[in-house]
């Protein structure tokens, strides 16, 4: 199984841009789907948006679209959301996720590897 690590969390002012970063080690990345999923405090887990293994292609949260982009590069093991406009309410600790189980999924509980989390505040 891999190993997942995010980075590239901090502390912006709203309309500003963050891409955050997920690197896997430990395993062959390119046949695990990978997802963004964010928590801030009190709140439930939330999908952020999926990329797949096989052919990649992306799709989002429908109030994300638009402003987030998901990417990866399997050569250098690592996946990227890139973030623009963000608001206030995107404040959270981000996580990304892998599974081999699907091709691509929505459902956190699908995913089977976590990352540690990155902490994103967006100021008003």
């Known amino acids: 199984q891999v190993q997942l690590a995010e980075s590239g969390g901090g502390s912006v002012q709203a309309g500003a841009s963050l891409t955050l970063s997920c690197v896997a080690s430990?395993?062959?990345?390119?046949?695990?789907?990978v997802a963004w999923f964010r928590q801030a405090p009190g709140q439930e887990r939330e999908f952020v948006g999926a990329i797949s293994w096989n052919d990649p292609t992306a799709y989002y949260a429908d109030n994300e679209k638009g402003r987030f982009t998901i990417s990866r590069d399997n050569a250098k093991d690592t996946v990227h959301l890139q973030m623009n406009s963000l608001k206030p309410e995107d404040t959270a600790v981000y996580y990304c996720?892998?599974?081999?189980?699907?091709?691509?999924?929505?459902?956190?509980?699908?995913?089977?590897?976590w990352g540690q989390g990155t902490q994103v505040t967006v100021s008003s």
């Open positions: 996720a892998a599974t081999r189980r699907y091709s691509i999924s929505r459902y956190d509980f699908h995913y089977d590897q």
């Open positions: 430990g395993g062959t990345f390119d046949d695990y789907a």
